[in-house]
DNA sequence: TCTGGGGTCCTAGGACCC
DNA sequence: TCTGGGGTCCTAGGACCC
């Protein structure tokens, strides 16, 4: 039974809440899909002989690397993502490490959005492993949302992998309800009884409040989303500025939320790609070669999504202390690394001097032309606003095409490639990435 | 052997224009 | 000659998410 003391219910309960028309649901169904550790996983899938074994997706122990994903073996030992490689090493030292096979995690990905693409056409996904989905009766399918979100489930584990489902009136109350059991779960709030499902947990469970917010919140003596639904808007103001009410309307569980249909495509922002090294850079022409390196890959993103950007960011941090950045507008929107990675020069140069140890490097480009359709057709002289200089663009195209096809290796620029040979040679990085399987 | 890499969004100050 | 205010663009920094 699904009784008053229980706000939510999950397993054998959820007999109980299937019953009559809709299941007996009214209103907005939201449900949250969320892989059970994702990467892992399909490591696990792909090597029998790991299954059952502590397995940790993520940078090398002696390389500063961090962990990506720890299989649910290795959770007990005390390993989560984002704690350093080094820690989770000494605390589960058997551990089977793998630097991860991201093209393997994205075909696994669009296999499970397609299958609740099946089941909706509402679908929002957030991250390569998390999709919302929008399951309202009477909206797209007359069925019982709960058991929607149950044949999700199973089909999903017919793939060789898991996945964990919150299901509630909004995307809130979803996300929340979808971490409530794990591995395999599924925990539904029923409508109705989200502002107590809500109440009693502390800020920090609802996203959008981090690490700041939560202090902050403490400081004014609010803990809980159940006093962050009864603050004035006033006390909530300083904190979360222009989204106070906002923020107050999704701990109260009044949130409307919208999952846009499928085909409407998130359009990216920004390209960027950084590295820390494994040893701190000094020497400018070490930074200046990594610079172009980082560039390269930015360039080639670029060129395959079809995107041009006006803007140009770097990112520099420091053994000591915390990133700065520096951006700048370019006259023309372009998706040349010879062209912006000259600028980015110039802007590291406003950050930094030889002789300061460079721990992070980091380039990005954004501000990207509403209209991206720039042809990428191989030798294409110009665009047709002229945004990139022809020769150049060409050269940079067919330079990708030979990599796709022989190789990242195959070619590279003389400053990148003597980059490229010196650090392998000197053992400062590059020679990171090697799965130790 | 202490802290990654990919993003999005917001804020705030100064420049500049009307 | 002195003055204010609003809007927009650009830039740097930071919070937050997976």
Redesign the pocket.
């Known amino acids: 039974m699904y009784d008053s003391e229980h706000t939510y219910a999950q397993g054998n309960d959820l007999t109980d809440v299937t019953a009559g028309l809709f299941g007996g649901w009214r209103g907005p169904a939201i449900g949250l899909m969320d892989l059970d550790a994702f990467f892992a996983s399909v490591e696990q899938l792909d090597h029998p002989e790991w299954r059952g074994k502590p397995v940790i997706v993520g940078?090398s122990?002696?390389e500063?690397?961090?962990v990506?994903t720890a299989s649910y073996e290795a959770r007990p030992y005390g390993v989560h993502?984002?704690m350093?490689s080094?820690?989770a090493?000494?605390l589960c030292p058997d551990a089977i490490w793998t630097h991860g096979h991201f093209d393997r995690y994205r075909e696994m990905s669009a296999k499970v959005m397609a299958i609740i693409a099946d089941e909706t056409p509402y679908i929002d996904q957030?991250?390569?492993?998390?999709a919302f989905f929008d399951i309202t009766p009477g909206r797209f399918s007359r069925e019982s949302p709960v058991e929607i979100a149950q044949r999700i489930s199973r089909r999903v584990s017919e793939l060789g992998i898991t996945c964990s489902i919150g299901l509630g009136p909004n995307k809130t109350v979803a996300?929340i309800a979808s971490e409530r059991d794990k591995p395999r779960g599924l925990t539904v709030v029923l409508p109705g009884t989200e502002a107590a499902f809500l109440a009693p947990l502390p800020v920090r469970a609802?996203?959008?409040?981090?690490?700041?917010?939560?202090a902050a919140l403490a400081k004014a003596g609010i803990r809980t989303l159940g006093a962050l639904a009864e603050a004035p808007v006033a006390k909530l103001a300083p904190i979360f500025?222009?989204?106070a009410e906002m923020m107050k309307l999704r701990a109260q569980g009044r949130e409307q939320s919208s999952v846009k249909p499928q085909d409407a495509p998130d359009?990216?922002?920004?390209?960027?790609?950084?590295?820390?090294f494994a040893h701190d850079l000094t020497a400018r022409e070490d930074v200046y070669a990594a610079l172009a390196l980082l560039g390269e890959?930015v360039g080639r993103?670029l060129r395959r999504k079809g995107l041009v950007g006006r803007?140009v960011?770097v990112k520099v941090r420091y053994t000591f202390g915390?990133?700065?950045?520096?951006?700048?507008?370019l006259p023309h929107p372009t998706d040349d690394e010879n062209l912006f990675v000259s600028v980015a020069r110039e802007?590291v140069d406003?950050?930094w001097q030889p002789g300061m140890p460079v721990?992070?490097l980091?380039i990005?480009i954004?501000?990207f032309d509403a209209d991206e359709g720039v042809q990428t057709d191989l030798f294409c002289d110009v665009d047709e606003r002229g945004a990139v200089s022809s020769d150049r663009r060409g050269l940079s195209v067919a330079v990708d095409h030979v990599r796709e096809r022989f190789g990242a290796g195959a070619v590279s620029f003389g400053r990148a490639a003597r980059f490229e040979r010196d650090l392998v040679r000197e053992d400062k990085f590059l020679t990171q990435n090697k799965p130790t399987e």
Do not use: F, Y
């Not at 957030?126 to 998390?130: A, G, N, P, Q, Y």
């Not at 609802?206 to 939560?214: F, L, R, T, V, Y």
């Not at 359009?267 to 820390?276: G, H």
């Open positions: 940078g122990p002696e500063r690397g961090v990506s993502s984002a350093p080094a820690q090493k000494r957030v991250s390569i492993d998390e996300k609802m996203s959008g409040i981090g690490k700041a917010a939560d500025g222009s989204a359009e990216v922002k920004s390209v960027s790609n950084e590295r820390t890959s993103r803007t960011t915390s990133g700065h950045t520096a951006q700048r507008k802007l406003s950050l721990r992070l980091g990005g954004s501000d």
